[in-house]
């Protein structure tokens, strides 16, 4: 792959992260901002849906409609809104009403978040880049967590990870895999039973560094490789591919569309989110029932 022939669903929203397909929609946050949008996929303009305050980074949505933002807390970057927000977790109804934080304990800066088979939110934790200098250089490590919406319980995964940033789950539900900003590397980690589990390294991208990642249906992975300017692909063989994107610093990547048949990129560089008719539809998500 070299260039995609993309078009621009929205532009000027701030620094753009955690895509959620939704129908002819997308979903995405502005960190910056403080926001969370949404934009048309036949390119007709994007707008507001709901100020969350802080910095909402991922977004993963359940079978009522609702989002479940990880809220980093305006640990990462600035924010410009003026609504204060611990890290934690938030939701957004369809109704765009929004909750106060679901403040966690032991939390830095929540990243990114999937819903996993056993219906639990599960979200990596990384060192926020404004948090002050660690004491111990092993607390500025980041972590993984599984957050139980019901009972609210929050069980530990994994920890010691140098930045822990997108995830997402295979195919049948048995890895959870990591992108680790820092070593470039994606990871693996065993979802059964309870924990912190191990986790091994199965890759590392050739070029740039990783942030969100998605599963298409042939098994193959979609990463924003932040600083190449483009979308790594890394097939089921073990092999690399880029998408190249031109100066645009992708964050994050989700399959949308009715049939998944739509890649969506959220490029922080101009505030921009693109589409592209995919090569391969993506793996559908795992989507809890409501509660």
């Not at 204060?84 to 938030?90: F, K, M, N, W, Y």
């Not at 972590?143 to 140098?162: C, K, N, Q």
């Amino acid at each position: 792959m070299s260039g995609a022939a993309w078009r621009v669903l929205a532009r000027g929203a701030g620094f753009v992260e955690g895509p959620v397909a939704q129908g002819e929609h997308v979903d995405f946050v502005s960190i910056n901002r403080g926001t969370v949008c949404r934009a048309r996929l036949d390119g007709s303009g994007f707008q507001v849906r709901a100020e969350l305050g802080g910095g909402p980074n991922g977004m993963a949505a359940d079978g009522a409609g609702r989002l479940w933002v990880v809220q980093n807390g305006a640990r990462v970057m600035e924010s410009k809104s003026e609504r204060a927000a611990v890290p934690g977790v938030q939701v957004v109804d369809g109704d765009d009403t929004v909750t106060a934080p679901l403040a966690l304990p032991g939390l830095q800066a929540p990243n990114d978040c999937a819903f996993g088979p056993d219906g639990r939110l599960w979200f990596t934790d990384p060192y926020g880049r404004l948090m002050p200098a660690a004491p111990d250089p092993a607390g500025a490590y980041g972590r993984v967590w599984a957050y139980d919406t019901v009972s609210g319980e929050l069980e530990l995964i994994a920890e010691h990870l140098p930045h822990p940033n997108g995830l997402c789950f295979g195919a049948d539900g048995e890895l959870l895999y990591v992108t680790d900003t820092r070593t470039a590397a994606v990871v693996a980690l065993e979802v059964a039973g309870r924990g912190v589990r191990p986790v091994r390294e199965i890759a590392t991208l050739p070029e740039g560094k990783p942030d969100g990642v998605a599963l298409a249906a042939d098994g193959s992975m979609w990463i924003a490789a932040t600083t190449a300017d483009a979308v790594a692909v890394l097939s089921p063989r073990g092999e690399w591919d880029y998408v190249r994107l031109g100066e645009s610093f992708p964050t994050n990547v989700c399959f949308a569309g009715p049939d998944l048949s739509t890649v969506v990129v959220t490029a922080a560089r101009g505030g921009r989110v693109l589409a592209w008719e995919a090569s391969v539809p993506g793996l559908a998500l795992e989507t809890p029932a409501a509660n």
